[in-house]
């Protein structure tokens, strides 16, 4: 089951966090009980409660990308809740999270929410997974915070500097939407196969857009705001992030997708600068690699979170 968690980020923000397990058991065998930590010393229920404590799994906290949301990790989280407590946030100004417009939409901000959701969540020390901006975010929390991460995953996010240039086609991109959509069936084609932006159609491209689209009077709109995006994306496309990069002390995977907008030399250059880094590549992958090879995605992520952040034996 998926079941929603409201934290506090920086500013008051509210945050949407869904975890992806079973709820803990109440009564004597849970922590929620009359047995649970407060009721130490009263019996064998609560040195069970105890040990149950101990015995927690390891935490992953999986942060998507510019646009994205919680549940487009849906899958990832799934076969993670297997091992960890996977819990997976709409950061701001996305999902069911806050979307205020005039609040803070820099590096700083996301940061401080990533960090104060694995502290309210009681989730450290953790494993990252970021997608893109999500992996910035990631990777600058476990540098800024190396207490608190275990483990780090980047899929698909440069560290090099991307430009003025970069920042205005963006934003010319965001004005050819052809919003609102008539139906979804609109929106998998335009962002599928339409879209001028694509080299070659991508269906699953398609998907993870119609994920992030809500239905009004008038047709199907983003849940975001393109304009909060934009500003949210100009944080960083100016600066390089080579510096954080290499004061991330954990050990570090970089996936990319052969067709997706990490490049293999950059990629091999992070993992170089990075003291732990790891290198994987996904074929037939685009930005988009745990949508677009769900199975080959997990095929390199699990045994890099088995060796790095292995669960307490039964």
Excluded: N
């Excluded at 409201?6 to 079973?22: C, K, Y």
């Excluded at 009359?34 to 609560?46: D, K, M, S, T, V």
């Excluded at 969540?121 to 901006?133: C, F, K, R, S």
């Excluded at 899929?155 to 090099?160: G, L």
Aim: charged letters at 25%; hydrophobic letters at 40%.
């Amino acid at each position: 089951m998926v079941r929603r968690i409201d934290v506090t980020g920086a500013d008051g923000i509210r945050l949407a966090a869904w975890e992806f397990a079973d709820p803990p058991k109440a009564g004597p065998e849970g922590l929620g009980g009359p047995a649970g930590p407060g009721a130490a010393g009263r019996g064998p229920g609560a040195a069970r409660a105890v040990e149950a404590q101990r015995r927690k799994p390891p935490g992953v906290l999986l942060l998507h990308g510019l646009m994205g949301r919680a549940s487009h990790w849906a899958g990832t989280a799934r076969w993670l809740a297997d091992r960890y407590r996977a819990v997976a946030l709409d950061q701001r100004g996305h999902g069911r999270s806050d979307k205020p417009g005039g609040a803070r939409y820099d590096r700083e901000a996301f940061v401080a929410d990533a960090e104060a959701a694995l502290e309210q969540l009681d989730l450290a020390p953790v494993a990252l997974i970021g997608h893109a901006m999500g992996a910035l975010t990631a990777w600058q929390l476990a540098a800024k915070r190396p207490d608190l991460v275990q483990a780090l995953v980047i899929s698909d996010m440069r560290a090099s500097a991307l430009g003025e240039q970069s920042q205005r086609e963006w934003e010319q991109w965001f004005d050819s939407w052809p919003v609102p959509f008539a139906t979804l069936a609109d929106v998998r084609k335009w962002f599928g196969e339409d879209d001028p932006s694509l080299e070659r159609s991508r269906p699953s491209r398609g998907e993870y857009f119609a994920e992030v689209m809500a239905e009004g009077e008038d047709g199907w709109r983003p849940v975001f705001s393109t304009r909060v995006m934009a500003r949210a994306r100009e944080t960083w496309v100016h600066d390089a992030h080579w510096d954080e990069l290499a004061q991330v002390r954990c050990p570090t995977l970089v996936v990319r997708g052969l067709d997706g907008e990490l490049g293999r030399a950059e990629a091999q250059e992070m993992v170089r600068v990075l003291p732990r880094g790891i290198y994987a590549e996904v074929t037939e992958a685009g930005h988009l690699i745990h949508y677009d090879q769900p199975e080959e995605w997990r095929r390199v992520v699990e045994p890099f979170l088995r060796a790095t952040l292995p669960t307490t034996a039964a």
